[in-house]
């Protein structure tokens, strides 16, 4: 299988992609990441193939509009907002990417997560892939993380 992964967000949203396409690898499949380029160190040093994706996402956060979002006490509507207008900002080069790595690899399934996914659906439609998404978090409680 051809496999592409998409995501942007935080190193807790990108890591468990990378994995997910060194473990596709060793199972003999192709899989390309496409995240931002906090994923590039990673990606490089387990040899997989990357694209990066625009807006570094750890500038988002750090200092200005994202730190009062996260630190303010309205129920996560700031950060609701603040994530909305990232993927806004650059949405069309993610699909632009996202894209040109599915036809270049000629994948079979687009995988999307984070504020990647609607980027990584548009990306499958253009190319003829399947669409896939993903969340790198628990719905469930588990061991490692149990309910509150």
Known sequence: MRLVIAGSGSQGDTRPYLALAEG?????????????????????????????????????????????????????????????????EHSQQWITTIAAAAHD???DVVL??????????????????RPAVAGAFPLSPTRSSPPP
């Open 24 to 88: 596709m690898r060793a199972r003999g499949h192709d899989a390309v990441v496409c995240l931002d380029r906090t994923g590039r160190d990673a990606a490089d040093a387990l040899g997989l193939d990357f694209r990066e994706l625009g807006g570094d996402f750890r500038t988002h956060l750090d200092g200005g509009r994202g730190m009062r979002a996260l630190e303010k006490a309205d129920g996560g509507l700031s950060g609701l907002m603040l994530f909305r207008d990232v993927a806004r």
């Open 105 to 107: 690899h000629r994948a």
């Open 112 to 129: 999307g997560s984070g504020l990647a996914i609607f980027a990584a659906l548009t990306a499958a439609e253009i190319t003829g892939s």
